[in-house]
Nanobody
């Protein structure tokens, strides 16, 4: 069983930055692709970004492209999501997930494990 624990959420002003972390235990992230989802109040969960098992390719939703950066540290078995130029519409619970491939993972059907989420609130 793999456990994913997110951290780094909080309250930030519009235009600000946050960096989320997702620490994995129980298996190496080298065995999976890793991604981030978010779910805003009253909305469906949305795939935000994904990184390949060895970090050589990344994928982003159009809504965050150019503002968010996904990365991973194999030695720490951790995935990160650096979020810049944050907007009010980025407010959501952000979830970490791992699976077999980025295309399926971002669509939500190729997810092996989920984290419990961390809340990001963008407000002045």
């Amino acid at each position: 069983q793999v456990q994913l624990v997110e951290s780094g959420g909080g309250l930030v002003q519009p235009g600000g930055s946050l960096k989320l972390s997702c620490a994995a235990s129980g298996s190496s992230l080298d065995n999976y692709v890793s991604g981030w989802f978010r779910q805003a109040p009253g909305k469906k969960r949305e795939g935000v970004s994904c990184i390949s098992s060895h970090g050589d390719s990344t994928h982003y939703a159009d809504s965050v492209k150019g503002r968010f950066t996904i990365s991973r540290d194999g030695a720490k078995n951790t995935v990160y999501l650096e979020m810049n130029s944050l907007k009010a519409e980025d407010t959501a619970v952000y979830y970490c997930a791992i699976g077999g491939g980025c295309t399926g993972l971002l669509l939500g059907y190729d997810v092996d494990f989920w984290g419990k989420g961390t809340l990001v609130t963008v407000s002045s």
